[in-house]
């Protein structure tokens, strides 16, 4: 049930070729996590952009495999993360 968000869109989208899980994760680690500059603001420059990071790629990989897994085949469309 965590996916259902996800799912919905999937399957009500199809003309989408073209999927995006998230855009700068960098800028959102570092500067939201790291030195506080973009929200939420938190400062915790030692370990949080690592924190916000890993978990940031772990959903892009999360939502990837699905999508590649289940919907792929059928609807011919590509899945990636952006990079500023």
């Not at 570092?30 to 938190?42: E, K, T």
């Not at 939502?63 to 919907?71: F, N």
Request: hydrophobic letters at 35%; proline letters at 5%.
């Amino acid at each position: 049930m965590q996916n259902v968000y996800a799912i919905i869109i999937y399957i009500c989208i199809l003309k989408v070729k073209y999927w995006i899980t998230m855009y700068d994760p960098y800028g959102a680690a570092y500067y939201g996590y790291g030195n506080g500059s973009y929200a939420p603001g938190i400062v915790h420059p030692d370990t949080g952009p690592y924190t916000v990071g890993h978990n940031l790629i772990r959903a892009h990989s999360k939502v990837y495999k699905m999508y590649g897994s289940q919907y792929k085949e059928r609807q011919k469309g590509m899945f990636q993360c952006l990079f500023k």
